[in-house]
């Protein structure tokens, strides 16, 4: 009964790539599932030939209702993709998406899933919006950023605001270079990570491509390490981002 926001504070920098590897590469035999909540609509249906039903606009209705809450409600408003993963996807539209996070964010049990890890897809997050309500109700939330300049910038800024009241913060690194050290101490928080450019995996995640040994792919492996140190600090304690920060190399 985990759950892990991925979003980033601009561009596209591979927020639903992450999420999407970040599922595949669970490393638990828990159900885990990808729960697509972005503002601006959502890309996995058209990635995957999917219908948008059953998904997060259902999800959100039955959040309304407080039907099946008790029991964790996602798993019933789900689809399997063909290497068995199951997504909640989005609209492809703000306006129709924009109203379910709405929802959910004032309904935010509905997005735990009985059992297992729930991955959660805000995209872009700005202050006060319903995505940042979400956010705040996730156990843990990945800042994915790119390693330039202007965008640590703004990550540095955006930090201390943001995430007054939002669960364990770490910030991932997608592509660039730059010690996790170095990133850590110039932007003021724990760097969880560096995810690799790896074209081959990323369209292999958007159902564009067959991978062999996808496995091994950088990308899934760097989704692993990722997934684990999650796991590692589920309990999040006031000593963890100190703790993450000093244990990276
Ligand atoms: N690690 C990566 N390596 C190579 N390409 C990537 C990676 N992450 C994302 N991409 C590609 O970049 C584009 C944007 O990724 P996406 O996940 O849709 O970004 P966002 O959700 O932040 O808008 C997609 O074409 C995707 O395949
Ligand atoms: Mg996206």
């Known amino acids: 009964m985990t ?3 991925v979003f980033s504070l601009a561009g596209a920098p591979g927020v ?4 999407m590897a970040l599922a595949t590469a669970w490393p638990m035999a828990e159900p885990v599932c990808v729960v697509e909540a972005d503002l601006s609509g959502g890309d996995i249906a058209a990635w995957w030939r999917l219908p948008v039903w059953p998904g997060l606009v259902d999800l959100a209705a039955a959040s309304r209702s407080g039907q099946d809450q008790e029991d964790g409600a996602v798993g019933t408003h789900t689809q399997v993709l063909p290497g068995g993963l199951r997504v909640c996807v989005a609209p492809s539209t703000a306006d ?8 959910l964010a004032h309904n935010p049990k509905a997005l735990t899933a ?4 729930t ?3 805000l995209g872009r997050v700005a202050p006060h919006s319903a995505a940042a309500g979400l956010l705040e109700s996730c156990d ?4 994915v950023t790119t390693g330039d300049i202007a965008q640590l910038k703004r990550v540095k800024d955006s930090a201390a605001g943001l995430f007054v009241s939002s669960p364990r913060v770490g910030l991932v690194v997608v592509g660039g270079r730059g010690s996790t050290r170095e990133i850590s101490a110039a932007v003021g928080m724990p760097v969880w990570g560096h995810i690799p450019t790896d074209p081959k995996a990323a369209a292999f995640l958007a159902g564009q491509a067959e991978a062999v040994r996808v496995d091994r792919r950088p990308l899934i492996k760097a989704a ?3 997934a684990r140190a999650l796991l590692r600090h589920e309990e999040p304690s006031a000593g ?3 703790a993450l920060v000093a244990e990276t190399p």
């Open 3 to 5: 759950s892990v926001a």
């Open 16 to 19: 639903t790539t992450l999420a």
């Open 96 to 103: 129709r998406t924009a109203g379910a996070v709405d929802l």
């Open 114 to 117: 009985a059992s297992g890890t």
């Open 119 to 121: 991955v959660v897809d």
């Open 140 to 143: 843990n939330a990945v800042l």
């Open 224 to 226: 692993r390490d990722l």
């Open 240 to 242: 963890v981002q100190a």
